[in-house]
């Protein structure tokens, strides 16, 4: 990254970006979105999604000429620096007029998260924050929870979309997991539920094969408000196309990576066929 830029003012005019954004996307929440199938499961794309998607990178462009620009729908290659944006995550949620979804935008440059902004419009949450300079819900500080025994946390996780044939599909790790804690919840937008982490609502999450936009902005929140994020296996979390992760307050990370390792698989015979 230039070393020119004001990344606590970037920050704050992607912010500005995402409002705007999230205005577009409740124009039509609850309408007639045209949600159609892109792969399997529920795995669902709208023309919100799309219209969004194309504002971000015109509106994202504009704002750091000298970023590539990673979404769902476009793709894209990242570079050095980059922004990795995800126009609605919790797509099937938004296309059947559940509140819980968002938009998110993370800026990554030479390997690590700079900033990010996930906003959530139905709900009016939005949540940001630049390296070195902590996190925020609506502007106000944030910071992850103080839960320090597994029994007492309540984690969140989440399924892929070919979860009915899928082997790893992770029913046996939330089944063994939800038996164990407060609960696990599965709300179907990956990036609001590691805001969540970082915001102290929930104490930990772990998913497999999520996309770089699912995850980039989330990063910088979770390290800002004192959380720690790692690869399943524990080690260091490197961004990538696709992605394994575990996401907690820091107390609870060794406990969670322990406790997801021993979780032996359903047999195939309980998979839908």
Known sequence: MRADIDEAKLRDEAIEIALAAGRLLMGGFRGETGARAKGA???????????CEAFLAERLGALLPEASFVGEERGGEA?????HVDP?????NFAHG????????????EGAARLGVIHAPAMGLTYAAARGRGATRNGAAIGVSATERLEEALLATGFPH????????NYAEFRALDARTHGVRRCAAAALELALVA????DGFWDRGLSSWDV???????????????HLSGA???????VDVAATNGRLHPALLDALSHVPRLPAEDLVQ
């Open 41 to 51: 499961g529920g795995d669902l794309v709208t023309v919100l999604d799309e219209r």
């Open 79 to 83: 570079s050095a620096l980059a922004w």
């Open 88 to 92: 609605i995550d919790g797509t099937g």
């Open 98 to 109: 559940h509140p819980w979804f968002c938009l998110s935008i993370g800026l990554w440059a």
């Open 162 to 169: 070919d979860r009915a044939t899928r082997p790893d599909n």
């Open 199 to 202: 915001d102290g609502g929930y």
């Open 216 to 230: 980039a902005a989330a990063l910088s929140l979770i390290e800002e408000a004192g959380g720690r994020v790692t």
């Open 236 to 242: 260091p979390f490197v961004l990538a196309p696709k």
